[in-house]
T-cell receptor, first 112, second 117 residues
Framework: EAGVAQSPRYKIIEKRQSVAFWCNPI?????LYWYQQILGQGPKLLIQ????????DSQLPKDRFSAERLKGVDSTLKIQPAKLEDSAVYLC??????????FGQGTRLTVV | AQKITQTQPGMFVQEKEAVTLDCTYD???????LFWYKQPSSGEMIFLIY??????QNATEGRYSLNFQKARKSANLVISASQLGDSAMYFCAMREVGSGGYQKVTFGTGTKLQVIP
């Protein structure tokens, strides 16, 4: 079965610009996660969807970050405006209900 | 308080030897699970092994085994017969079930394993 697809793989933007990341989860996986992984740290959950509803966005900086999952399949994560400290790898993962999560290859964002 | 603690920032192991990566956790839930993931330099997170809190036997997957000590709240990963391709970051993660019945997965800070030829 196809894995979690993410694009782009790499993105370089200037601070105060906006950026969007796309994720296509594994078919049939109801749960979708967006994680932020800063260099040298473990992944930090930004937002979690169950189908197309948000179940956890407690660590999402809502003044600049937004995410949606239309029709309970694909998801986009947007940052507007970006700050230098947003430089990180953004990982998308998906799982069936309450099972192990499978991750995409991530998007490496550099904000200059 | 940290939910997942990995106290070893880096570890070295000789090729073909076994290595243990430490993980301790903190939860008040009765039902929870522990995962281990591998992250090579390419960046993707690869699922290795899972242990549920009610599982009586330690989980094993090929060369990976999980030394689960519930009373000590530890879930150490043991890699037997290390290979050069095992060099990577290893993350311990814990699954708890939130009030809405969904799982919440929290990751540790990781251990960088380097296998020496």
């Amino acid at each position: 079965e196809a894995g979690v697809a993410q694009s782009p793989r790499y993105k370089i933007i200037e601070k105060r610009q906006s950026v969007a990341f796309w994720c296509n989860p594994i078919s049939g996986h109801a749960t979708l996660y967006w994680y932020q992984q800063i260099l040298g740290q473990g992944p930090k959950l930004l937002i979690q969807f169950q189908n197309n509803g948000v179940v956890d966005d407690s660590q999402l900086p809502k003044d600049r970050f937004s995410a949606e999952r239309l029709k309970g399949v694909d998801s986009t994560l947007k940052i507007q405006p970006a700050k230098l400290e947003d430089s990180a790898v953004y990982l998308c993962a998906s799982s069936r209900h309450n099972t192990e999560a499978f991750f995409g290859q991530g998007t490496r964002l550099t904000v200059v | 308080a940290q939910k997942i603690t990995q106290t070893q920032p880096g570890m070295f192991v000789q090729e073909k030897e076994a290595v243990t990566l430490d993980c301790t956790y903190d939860t008040s839930d009765q039902s929870y699970g522990l995962f281990w993931y591998k992250q090579p330099s390419s960046g993707e997170m690869i699922f290795l092994i899972y242990q549920g809190s009610y599982d009586e036997q330690n989980a094993t997957e090929g060369r990976y085994s999980l030394n689960f000590q519930k009373a000590r709240k530890s879930a150490n990963l043991v890699i037997s017969a290390s290979q050069l391709g095992d060099s990577a970051m290893y993350f311990c993660a814990m699954r708890e079930v939130g009030s809405g019945g969904y799982q919440k997965v929290t990751f540790g800070t990781g251990t960088k394993l380097q296998v020496i030829p």
